[in-house]
């Protein structure tokens, strides 16, 4: 056995959890993740699932990474094999001299396991059947069971563990108990009978900082909650399922009124999707705050009342969690591939803005920004998240909000203003922004009231079928959307150690495995101006940065490189300047194949010029 | 309706209501629909009942599909805001702007193409959410803005403009309406003001999903190929000079049909249509028996009308929903965001 290389790691390793759909290993897995977090250590969390609610082999992946970086790593040090049924792909995923942790209640043939591999075996099924009887027990606490196996393997202190039991079950004295008795019977068998030390160890730290560690999608939630969503329609559909239900919770924490025990917020779980943002859309026509999340197929669906809502500049917000497409494509897998369905959303010329949040700080604040743009702009606005940022863990920086900070209504004409003998010409572009004032209905008996419609009409809201009338609102509009690259967040710029003319655009969930690889890169020699995007339409600051580089390279996780065919199209950008790199299995892009991909072109393109060659893209 | 501009004056001794209005202050555009269209008279039948509601006209939302149908709004009302939506999916948008301001009264207009094809999901999930709302729907069997297809409401039998023959069995929204839980249910005939007028007034009073289906004969479309002999002569000599179809404008049907009382009515392409009113002693506050009724009638063929269903002491979605008396479009920061502080704290419970 000791003749076998061990990988030796502290702090820096990825564990890996192979489990059966159902099994009840979820609460294990994070629990275990977040013991590793409360000793100052970071972790990246990932759980690969599949569109199944039993049965079906899921995975949760842990990266410990004292260094921070958050993007998956790829490989797998220690694997934590509970499902029998991918044993052999699982097996094989290990990084020579890793790591497998199993069951060996049930004695395994020797080809079943790796030459360069060590294998640690426990057997969890024998240990609970002789503690349990009930059946669910004896499979639930077989999760708690290898948790606390694995903290004394690990290095992890049991007593964080407790600690966290006691948050969880707080109130629950029975459930506690019986939980740390699992805890402790996993501990003492690894202390009495698995002497061996292992290679990879936690150990205290002090690198988390004052940093949160939340989902996306709560953070989006919350953030509807903060900038003062009131209505809320959806449908449920993987992986966005969990905002609406989050908007739920918090607004039951936080929108009761404590006096009348009335609700200031609305949350209907519509029909389909058509209905959802069509409720979105009439909240929106009436002056309330309205959202709606969704996911690749339900974009589909609401097209057309995203196209009305464009028309007749209602303000929208939808929280697109994106996952695996076309149709039902991946749906538990992520993706970032509605870009260009969103941008343009609709039949007719239409361009919508999207937001890129980069992790569930940002997922929060972008959700309260969505809801002030759609407000200020009267248009749809997209919330671009995707299920790597929607439905993980993750750590960022915590929420802040100021109080001083009002909502921004946009222009909405008051009867006061309109009693005033205020000009009212629902689609006139009075400010030279291309943004119109708007009258909610209601608001003055005899003023300001107009006809809304997805047909043409004049600066008036007048039924219109003249070219002229069309060419002015179409224009209009364009004009709006130029008004929009200044409001919407700014992308963000991490020059490059040493000047270069290389440069690498990217944006959302692709943004730490991006820093990471970032970092690898320039080890190597090779420098990269990176810029972030955060937001469509593009602020000039993009056309600045392509026009500074000799070569972009633009990191996403599609096929088609929707986002350089967006910044082609919309900037003029030069193709042959703009290289593509591509990630789309269904797994989140890692930093090493964005190594691996920039430095071979790297390379490639140098050995071409050293040959005299001409570049080519 | 007529193609005559309006005056914009007010006639000095022009009768105002409790809340100083005029009948014309609650009139709309020139109507641009087919001279004769039944859809005119459901127009005038919402003037009349909102004069008579003394409802201040910006106090009304009015929303609507894509028809003919679904452009009446633009007719009435002039002073409130009114909202063209998408084909069928009206219901929704009246939802999100019922939610998002309790205090005004919505008003959904729709076609039968509108509420019982493409929007068939929308229509049932409305009523069974219990929108506060008065639905109408102006149902003619046909399409009309798309010119004189089927719509789920037309008869099994009948035959299109184009000598197409129907086998679908159709819808009946009414008997829909009172399965899916509308508190309020009736049907009326657009030439029967005397009746429609009351029935509207009842669902714009009501508490909770009120829908009235009103049959409205479209002049274009729904003739069959022998009473339309002249028709199409016109029609194809006149192609050579102009693209647009010819459409004989025709005196709009109306009837007097006191209640209890049954008659047939020949609509415009000369079928008939056998009505009866209900009669005074019928009792609207059972669910089942009204639907046992109109089953019933049905079969002898006729075409019941008046007010079939209410349940007076009905609630709407915000009581269900327990949303806050203050219109949620009114509320601001102060009572909606739960500050820096209450975010620090959540903050901490995510460490
Ligand atoms: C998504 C969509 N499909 C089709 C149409 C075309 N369309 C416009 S009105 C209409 C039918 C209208 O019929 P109905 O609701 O019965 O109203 P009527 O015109 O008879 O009053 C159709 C199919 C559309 N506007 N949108
Ligand atoms: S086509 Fe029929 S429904 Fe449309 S306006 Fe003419 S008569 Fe009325």
């Not at chain 1, 972790?43 to 049965?55: A, M």
């Not at chain 2, 229509?123 to 046909?142: D, K, S």
């Not at chain 2, 089953?295 to 609630?315: F, I, K, N, S």
Request: charge should be negative.
């Amino acid at each position: 056995m000791s003749a076998i290389p061990q990988i030796e790691a502290v702090n820096d390793f990825v564990i890996k959890f192979a489990n059966v759909n159902g099994s009840g290993s979820a609460s294990a897995n994070e629990l275990f993740a977040k013991a590793i977090l409360r000793m100052g250590v970071p972790v990246s969390p990932r759980n690969i699932f599949p569109s199944n609610i039993q049965g079906l082999p899921t995975w949760y992946e842990v990266r410990v990474t004292e260094q921070g970086h958050l993007g998956r790593r790829g490989g797998t040090d220690m694997m934590v094999a509970m499902n029998p049924q991918t044993w052999d792909a699982d097996l094989a995923e290990l990084e020579p001299g890793g790591y497998l942790f199993y069951d060996s209640t049930r004695p395994l043939p020797p080809s079943k396991f790796r030459s360069d591999i060590r294998v640690i075996g426990m057997p969890l099924t024998e240990i609970c059947n002789a503690v349990y009887q009930d059946p669910r027990q004896r499979q639930l606490f077989k999760n708690i069971v290898y948790v606390g196996a694995l903290a004394i393997l690990l290095g992890i202190e049991p007593e964080v563990v407790e600690k966290l039991f006691g948050e969880q079950y707080k109130g629950k004295e029975k459930l506690l108990a019986s939980n740390v008795q699992a805890l402790h019977l996993g501990c003492d068998f690894a202390r009495e009978n698995l002497r061996e030390p292992v290679g990879l160890q936690v150990r205290r730290a002090d690198r988390v900082g004052n940093r949160i560690f939340v989902d996306g999608n709560s953070a989006a939630a919350l953030g509807c909650v903060y900038g003062g969503a009131t209505v809320a329609a959806w449908y449920p559909i993987t992986p966005s399922s969990s905002v609406a239900e989050a908007f739920q919770k918090y607004c039951t924490k936080f929108r009761v009124d404590p006096s009348t025990g009335q609700h200031r917020f609305a949350i209907v779980q519509a029909e389909d999707e058509l209905a959802s943002i069509g409720m979105v859309v009439g909240a929106g026509w009436n002056g309330a705050r309205a959202f709606t999340a969704t996911s690749g197929p339900g974009i589909s669906l609401m097209t057309e009342f995203i196209g009305l809502a464009y028309f007749a500049e209602i303000p929208v917000t939808l929280i697109n969690v994106q996952r695996g497409g076309p149709s039902t494509g991946m749906p538990t897998r992520t993706q970032q591939a509605d870009i260009l369905c969103c941008a343009y959303a609709s039949h007719g010329d239409t361009k919508h803005v999207l937001l890129f949040p980069q992790d569930p700080h940002e997922c929060f604040e972008h959700a309260a920004a969505a809801l002030d743009l759609a407000d200020r702009l009267q248009t749809p606005v997209f919330l671009m998240t995707d299920l790597d940022i929607g439905m993980n863990q993750r750590l960022c920086e915590p929420f802040a909000w100021d109080d001083s900070a009002a909502y921004d209504r946009g222009k909405v004409m008051s009867a006061e203003e309109l009693e005033a003998g205020r000009d009212f010409g629902r689609y006139k572009d009075v400010d030279g922004d291309g943004i119109p004032w708007r009258t909610l209905p209601g608001t003055h008996p005899t003023k300001g009231s107009y006809f809304t419609r997805g047909t043409t009409r004049d600066a008036y809201a007048r039924y219109s079928e003249r070219g002229p009338d069309y060419i002015y609102n179409m224009e209009r509009l364009l004009k709006k959307f130029a008004t929009a690259a200044t409001l919407v967040p700014q992308p963000v710029l991490r020059p490059a150690a040493e000047k270069t003319d290389l440069g690498v655009i990217y944006f959302g969930s692709t943004s730490p495995s991006m820093h990471e690889a970032l970092e690898t890169l320039e080890e190597q020699g090779i420098h990269l101006d990176a810029l972030r995007l955060r937001a469509f339409p593009f602020p000039d600051s993009v056309v600045q940065f392509l026009a500074q580089h000799r070569q972009v390279f633009v990191v996403e996780q599609n096929r088609d490189a929707q986002m350089r065919s967006l910044l082609i199209n919309e900037l003029d950008a030069d193709p042959a300047r703009l290289i593509r790199v591509l990630h789309f299995d269904g797994t989140p892009i890692t930093a090493r194949f964005i190594v691996q991909a920039i430095s071979t072109h790297v390379q490639q393109t140098q050995a071409l010029r050293a040959a005299g060659t001409k570049e080519s893209a | 309706m007529t193609y005559l501009a309006k005056p914009r004056l007010r006639h000095p001794t022009l009768a105002t209501n409790k809340v100083g209005y005029t009948r014309r202050d609650y009139e709309g555009k020139i109507s641009t629909l087919c001279a004769g269209c039944g859809h005119d008279s459901i127009s005038a039948a919402i003037i009349e009942a909102c004069w008579e509601l003394d409802i201040e006209p910006h106090r009304v939302a009015k929303l609507s599909g894509i028809g003919c149908s679904s452009k009446t709004p633009d007719y009435f009302l002039g002073a409130s805001h009114g909202f063209n939506t998408v084909h069928g999916r009206m219901p929704s948008v009246l939802t999100g702007a019922n939610l998002a301001n309790r205090d005004l009264l919505y008003l959904g207009v729709s076609g039968d193409g509108d509420s019982a094809s493409i929007g068939l999901g929308q229509f049932a999930h409305a009523m069974r959410r219990g929108v506060r709302m008065a639905y109408i729907v102006e149902n003619n069997g046909v399409y009309g803005l798309t010119k004189g297809q089927f719509s789920a409401t037309a008869d099994q039998g009948s035959k299109s403009k184009k000598g197409v023959v129907n086998t679908d069995n159709p819808l009946d929204l009414v008997a829909m309406a009172l399965q899916l839980g509308a508190s309020y249910v009736g049907r009326g005939f657009s030439g029967n003001k005397e009746q429609l007028v009351p029935l509207i007034k009842g669902a714009i009073s009501h508490g909770g999903s009120a829908f009235i289906d009103v049959i409205s004969p479209c002049v274009a479309f729904n003739n069959h190929p022998g009473s339309t002999k002249s028709y199409d002569y016109v029609r194809e000599h006149n192609e050579a000079v102009s693209r647009i179809d010819f459409i004989s404008g025709r005196e709009e049907i109306t009837v007097d049909l006191g209640p209890g009382e049954v008659m047939d009515v020949r609509q415009h392409d000369g079928t008939v249509l056998r009505l009866r009113s209900l009669h005074p002693d019928y009792n609207p506050g059972d669910r089942y028996a009204a639907m046992a009724y109109m089953q019933r009638h049905h079969e002898m063929g006729e075409v019941v009308t008046g007010l079939l269903y209410v349940d007076p002491l009905a609630t709407d979605l915000h009581t269900a929903l327990n949303t806050s008396d203050r219109p949620l479009n009114a509320l601001g920061p102060a009572q909606l965001c739960p500050g820096a502080q209450a975010l620090e704290r959540l903050n901490n419970s995510l460490r």
